[in-house]
Structures are given as structure tokens and as C-alpha cells.
């Protein structure tokens, strides 16, 4: 037999024998509407579920105010945290964390943590000692912080004392972008069930990075994806630099050993105005051990959302925090920005 016949049949057969996605299609079992939040809070890195709720700031110009939001849509106040420099004050907060019956919430320009407990008094605060980057995404483990960055760091691992114990930074790296530049960064999570950091990126390919706990890389993933994309760049047509295009891996969550990847979505600047980019509503879910992804999910009645994030899950359900007018409309919410809670497929499924 031709060699190369051979080689084109084995290949198909291979292909043939891959197990298949699920699809999966889950409900919406309740939505909540969710007060004094702004898309432009980062809203991927800045929620976080607990068993009483959600919990979220809102950043304004002289303030930093921590809500937290019950699973009825009762709002309370928790904490407001002045702008500056002082202990447990922030300028720039980026991303916030749960870590037991505490928050950290991350500043990015003061390149700081500042800790509190979840009745909204202050703890302590930690600077990194060191250069992470502009690192827009942040998780935490037991002891250590984990970031990525925009433009330098695609993962640093920061111990308690502040100290920098792995920095790993992309090929090419920027100081400052360019109009139009590939935005090389994403988001990151860490997994404590199988002690794997997930690095996912904005843009496309459609890729996944699996590091273990020590920010060694396990295996890199890229998943093929039947729909055209357009490419997220840097764009600086407000004088700010930020990314627009369509984003990959904008976010997600940890359940047991899988992670749950926020649905792909995007947008375009046109006559000064943003866009949102039409993509199917669906998230995908892999497999943090294997990098498989096992699941393609959809929502029930829902095609399409102007923008939608995972937040967090649990045995019951998947937190989603949405935004779109329509949604708004059809549910008779106070809000177009709401916290959806989803069956979760993944509830019984064996490891």
C-alpha cells in the first residue's frame, strides 16, 4: 500500500474513533438581577459566588464599594474602600477573590492585594515584589497568587511574602501595545482538586494552557472552532489602550476536576460605538487533567446574550452573569445585568 494512503487512512480511522462532545443543553432555573455593576468592572474577574450569593464591586472615580447580592436579589453593602495609596486602599482594582471567609481584591497599578473578611473589615494587604506585568486576570490557591497579563506575563506564581516564585512571559513581549497589536492575554484559574493552573487567551486559536502547581506546563491545547472569529487586538481609538475583536477564553470557573469556559463573545468599535459580535450561545467544558473537551453546553430558550461570563459553580448549579436588553425585557428585571443559575451538567457524571 502507498505509504502516505496509509498513513491518510490511519489518520481517518484515528479521527473516526475520537469519542464525540456531549451536548448538553441546561436550564435556566433562576435569575437574579444584579444592582450597582458595570460591564466595564471587569465583571469575569471581579465576581465571585459564595453559598449565601455573589459577591461584587463597583468601581467609581473617589470609591470602591463591595456589594454582596443573595440568590433572591437582596442587596447589601459590605464595605467601601477609599482610593489611594494607604493600607487597604486601592486605585486601580482589577480582579477580586474569595479565599475561605475572606476577599482580596487585586490592584493593578499599585501592584497590590488587599485582604478582607467577608464582613468588610480590613486585614492586611500585600505588595508583589516584583514585575508581573499589567496583569488584568487573577486567582488564588491556598497560599499563593496567580496572575496574566496584557502584555508581559502569561503566568506569575507570587508566595505569601510577596516574592515571585515563577514568571513565565509570552514570546513576544510588549511594553506598550501598538493600534492593532494581537492581544496576547486571557484569563487564569487554578484548579485545587488536581493542583492544575489553566491559562485560556482571548485570542484566537481557540487555546488552553495547562501548568501544574508549580507553573511547569503539563500540555497546551488548541480546540478547532467552526465559525469565523475575528482576531482581538489592541486598539487605542480612545486614547486608552484595551481590546476589542472577539474573545476566546474571557473567563470561567472550577467544578471538580473540569473547567467550565465562559462562552465566546467579542465586539467591534464602529462609529464610535460598540458592537457586539453575534456568536452561538454555548460554553465548553474540559477536562483539567486530560485537556478533552468533554462538553459543548447550550442554554435553554436563550440563542444569543449581548455579553455573559461564568462566574463559579457548584453541584446544583453554574453561575453565568449576563448583560443584554432583550434578557431584560423578557424576565422583568430592574436590571439588564442579572446572575443566571444553570443546571449543571456535569452534576452525577463520573470523573
Same mark, same amino acid.
Given at each position: 500500500m502507498n505509504k502516505m494512503l496509509f498513513v491518510l487512512i490511519a489518520g481517518a480511522?484515528?479521527?473516526?474513533? !475520537?469519542?464525540?462532545?456531549?451536548?448538553? *443543553?441546561?436550564?435556566?432555573e433562576k435569575v437574579v438581577p444584579l444592582e450597582n455593576i458595570s460591564p466595564s468592572d471587569n465583571i469575569g474577574e471581579m465576581c465571585r459566588v459564595t453559598d449565601e450569593g455573589i459577591i461584587h464591586y463597583h468601581n467609581k472615580a473617589e470609591k470602591v464599594t463591595v456589594y454582596k447580592t443573595d440568590f433572591d436579589g437582596n442587596q447589601s453593602e459590605i464595605v467601601q474602600i477609599a482610593k489611594g495609596k494607604g493600607p487597604g486602599e486601592v486605585n486601580y482594582p482589577m480582579a477580586m477573590r474569595i479565599r475561605g471567609d475572606r476577599f482580596l481584591i487585586y490592584d493593578m497599578m499599585m501592584r497590590k492585594s488587599v485582604e478582607y473578611r467577608l464582613d468588610g473589615?480590613?486585614?492586611?494587604?500585600?505588595?508583589v515584589q516584583g514585575d508581573v506585568g499589567f496583569a488584568h486576570s487573577f486567582d488564588v490557591t491556598e497560599d499563593k497568587l496567580l496572575f496574566n497579563g496584557s502584555l508581559q506575563t502569561e503566568l506569575a506564581i507570587v508566595d505569601s511574602q510577596g516574592q515571585i516564585e515563577k514568571l513565565v512571559k509570552y514570546k513576544n513581549v510588549q511594553m506598550m501595545p501598538d493600534d492593532g497589536t494581537p492581544f496576547p492575554g486571557g484569563c487564569v484559574r487554578y484548579?485545587?482538586?488536581?493542583?492544575?493552573?489553566?491559562?485560556?487567551?482571548?485570542? !484566537?486559536?481557540?487555546?488552553?494552557?495547562?501548568?501544574?502547581?508549580?507553573? +511547569?506546563?503539563v500540555m497546551a491545547k488548541e480546540y478547532k472552532m467552526d465559525r469565523k472569529v475575528q482576531?482581538?487586538?489592541?486598539?487605542?481609538?480612545?486614547?486608552?489602550?484595551?481590546?476589542?475583536?472577539?474573545?476566546?477564553v474571557g473567563g470561567g470557573a472550577m467544578y471538580r476536576k473540569w473547567f467550565?469556559?465562559?462562552?465566546?463573545?467579542?465586539?467591534?468599535?464602529?462609529?464610535? +460605538?460598540?458592537? *457586539?459580535?453575534?456568536?452561538?450561545? +454555548?460554553?465548553?467544558?474540559?477536562? *483539567?487533567e486530560t485537556g478533552k473537551q468533554v462538553q459543548v453546553v447550550k442554554i435553554e430558550g436563550m440563542d444569543s446574550? +449581548?455579553?455573559?461570563?461564568?462566574?463559579?459553580?457548584s453541584d446544583d448549579y453554574i453561575y453565568l452573569v449576563a448583560t443584554d436588553e432583550a434578557m431584560k425585557e423578557k424576565y422583568d428585571l430592574s436590571s439588564d445585568t442579572a446572575l443566571l443559575l444553570l443546571s449543571n451538567p456535569l452534576k452525577g457524571r463520573e470523573e
Open positions: 480511522l484515528l479521527f473516526s474513533c !475520537a469519542p464525540p462532545k456531549e451536548l448538553v *443543553t441546561v436550564s435556566v473589615s480590613f486585614i492586611d494587604e500585600q505588595l484548579n485545587p482538586e488536581t493542583k492544575r493552573i489553566v491559562v485560556g487567551y482571548y485570542n !484566537a486559536p481557540y487555546r488552553l494552557t495547562f501548568f501544574d502547581d508549580k507553573g +511547569e506546563v482576531p482581538c487586538v489592541w486598539t487605542l481609538e480612545f486614547g486608552m489602550p484595551f481590546p476589542k475583536g472577539d474573545i476566546m467550565i469556559a465562559s462562552p465566546v463573545g467579542g465586539y467591534d468599535i464602529k462609529d464610535g +460605538e460598540f458592537v *457586539t459580535n453575534e456568536h452561538p450561545l +454555548e460554553f465548553y467544558v474540559f477536562d *483539567t446574550l +449581548e455579553s455573559g461570563v461564568v462566574i463559579g459553580a
